[in-house]
C-alpha cells in the first residue's frame, strides 16, 4: 500500500491546552476490548461475604460477556475452578471470559486496578496509580500491585505512578473531550478532623491543586477542572468519591441526583451549586440529568436492612450494555429508563447490588474497563495525531479534514459509532486542501471518524458532536 504523504500536522481541539498532553484517558462509553473484574472470594472477609456477593459477579460476567471479553481476577486456582462451575451452572458461555490468578484484597478493582490510557502514539498502556487502602482503613498490600500484575501478565507497557500520586479511579471523572470532575476530599485532603486517628483521608500529603492539576494534565489528558470540596464522615470510606454522585454522559450531559438528594447523599451546597453550573472545556453548561435515590432503605438479600437509600448513578457503561446498580426497589425501573435515555443503541441492565451495597459500593466500583485497541490512531495505522488537522471536535454541524493535498483516489471516509457501525459513508473522489463534512443529522455522542485507503484503515480519531 502507498503509504500517503501528509504534511502541515497539527490536531486542533477546541481546548488550548491539549497540545501539551503526553496521555489522554478514553472516555468509558468508548469501544471496549473487555472488562476487568476482581472476584469475591473468603480470605479477607470469610465466607459469608463472599457468598452472598457471587450472585452480582455471575450477573455481571452474564451481561458483559455477549459483547467483550472478561477478565476475571481470581484469588487461587481453587477459587478458579469455583468461580467457573458457578458460571457454567448458571448456563454462561465462557468464550469471552479469562481468568488471571493473582491475590488481593478486596473487589474494587476501580480504584486499585490498572488504568488504560493511550500516549502520544495511540498505543494504549496501563497506569499504576498508588492506592493506599483509602487513606489506610484497608489491607491493600495484595491490591495495589494488580496493575503491574496485569501488565506483565498480558505483555502490555505500564507506567509506574506510585511515587507520583496516590488516588483511587473512582475518585475521578472525565468527559471525553478533557474535563475532569472529582473531590478534593478523596483526593487531596491531609487528615480526616472528624475521626480520632486523623488518617482516612491520609493521600498526598503536601500537594496542592495546581500540582494535582498538572499531573492530571499529563497522564489523563485533562484541559479543564471542576474541584468539589467534598466531605469527610466515618460512614463513607472513599471520602466522597465523584462515582458515587455524578457521571457524565455522551452529549455534553451530566448526571446527577436532585439537590434533595444530594444533600441526603452528603454533598453540601456549596458543591452543588458548583455541579450544576459546571461547563465543559469550551465553556458550555452541561445539561443537567438528575436520576433518583432508591424510594426506600436499602436491605440486603438475607432481609438486612442498611438504614440508607442507594444510588444509580454508579453504572458502568459497557458495549453494547449499560450495567445499573439495582435494590429490588420501586425507584429500579425509573432509573433505569433514565439512563437508556441517555445510551440509545445499549441495552440497560439491572444488576443486583443490594449485597455488595452493603460493603459501600456498586457496579462502576467494581468494573474497570480495557479499552479497544487501536481505536484512535494505533501505530500500526499509517496516518498519525502528527499528520492531521480535524476540527472543530467537539463539534455541533460539521467537521474539517484539513490536508496538505486530497487527491488519492482510493481514500475513504467513514463516520462510525462507538461500537464500530459505520453511520456516514463519503467519495474520496475529492480533490480539496480543506474537506467540509456535514455531520448535523447526528445525534449527540461520540463517533469515530475513519480513513481507509484501498479499504484499509489508515487512520481513526474520537470526535464528539454535542
Given amino acids: 500500500m502507498t503509504k500517503i504523504k501528509l504534511l502541515n500536522i497539527i490536531i486542533c481541539l477546541s481546548f488550548s491546552s491539549l497540545n501539551a498532553q503526553t496521555y489522554t484517558f478514553p472516555d468509558e462509553a468508548e469501544l471496549h476490548e473487555g472488562t476487568w473484574l476482581q472476584w469475591p472470594h473468603q480470605y479477607e472477609y470469610g ?3 463472599r457468598n452472598e456477593n457471587d450472585a452480582t459477579w455471575v450477573a455481571m460476567t452474564n451481561a458483559l460477556q455477549a459483547n467483550e471479553k472478561v477478565h476475571i481476577i481470581a484469588y487461587n486456582n481453587t477459587e478458579r475452578t469455583r468461580i467457573t462451575s458457578l458460571l457454567t451452572t448458571a448456563g454462561i458461555p465462557l468464550t469471552n471470559v479469562d481468568f488471571k490468578i493473582f491475590q488481593t484484597n478486596d473487589v474494587w478493582v476501580r480504584d486499585n486496578g490498572p488504568i488504560y490510557v493511550r ?10 496509580w498508588g492506592f493506599n487502602g483509602w487513606g489506610g482503613d484497608y489491607n491493600f498490600s495484595k491490591c495495589n500491585p494488580i496493575p503491574t500484575n496485569i501488565a506483565t501478565a498480558t505483555g502490555a507497557t505500564v507506567i509506574n505512578l506510585n511515587s507520583v500520586m496516590t488516588v483511587e479511579g473512582g475518585s475521578w471523572e472525565m468527559d471525553g473531550a478533557g474535563t475532569f470532575l472529582a473531590t478534593k476530599s478523596a483526593i487531596l485532603a491531609q487528615t480526616n478532623p472528624t475521626t480520632p486517628t486523623g488518617i482516612n483521608a491520609l493521600r498526598n500529603v503536601g500537594m496542592t491543586e495546581a500540582q494535582a492539576n498538572a499531573i492530571f494534565s499529563q497522564y489523563l489528558g485533562a484541559t479543564k477542572f471542576i474541584w468539589l470540596d467534598g466531605w469527610f464522615s466515618q460512614d463513607d470510606i472513599t471520602d466522597a468519591h465523584i462515582d458515587g454522585f455524578a457521571k457524565f454522559a455522551p452529549g455534553n450531559k451530566l448526571v446527577t441526583m436532585s439537590q434533595a438528594d444530594l444533600l441526603y447523599w452528603g454533598v453540601p451546597q456549596t458543591d452543588i451549586n458548583i455541579l450544576y453550573a459546571a461547563t465543559n472545556a ?37 458495549n453494547n450494555r449499560v450495567l445499573v446498580p439495582n435494590y429490588n426497589d420501586p425507584n429500579d425501573a425509573v432509573a433505569n429508563t433514565i439512563i437508556a435515555g441517555l445510551y440509545p443503541g445499549r441495552t440497560v441492565v439491572g444488576i443486583d447490588v443490594r449485597n455488595l451495597y452493603g460493603n459501600g459500593g456498586m457496579v462502576h466500583c467494581v468494573t474497570q474497563q480495557q479499552p479497544a485497541s487501536g481505536t484512535l490512531g494505533s501505530s500500526s495505522y499509517d496516518i498519525d495525531d502528527e499528520e492531521i488537522l480535524i476540527y472543530p471536535n467537539p463539534t455541533d454541524d460539521y467537521i474539517n479534514i484539513e490536508l496538505d493535498h486530497f487527491e488519492y483516489k482510493d ?9 464500530g457501525k459505520t453511520i456516514k459513508r463519503f467519495d ?10 456535514n455531520i448535523e443529522d447526528l445525534k449527540s455522542g461520540i463517533y469515530f471518524l475513519n480513513l481507509f485507503e484501498n479499504s484499509e484503515k489508515i487512520y481513526s480519531k474520537k470526535i464528539i458532536i454535542n
Avoid: H
Avoid at 290 to 312: E, F, Q, W
Avoid at 411 to 419: A, F, H, K, W, Y
Avoid at 428 to 434: G, H, L, R
Fill in 428 to 437: 474520496s473522489n475529492i480533490e480539496a486542501e480543506i474537506l467540509k463534512i
Fill in 119 to 128: 500516549n502520544s502514539s495511540g498505543q494504549l498502556v496501563i497506569q499504576d
Fill in 282 to 318: 469550551n465553556n458550555v453548561p452541561y445539561t443537567i440529568v438528575t436520576i433518583p435515590l432508591t424510594a426506600n432503605n436499602v436491605s440486603k438479600t438475607n432481609g438486612t436492612n442498611l438504614g440508607y437509600k442507594g444510588s444509580y448513578a454508579n453504572y458502568y457503561v459497557a
Fill in 47 to 49: 465466607m459469608t461475604f
Fill in 411 to 419: 481514500l475513504q471516509i467513514e463516520i462510525s459509532d462507538i461500537n
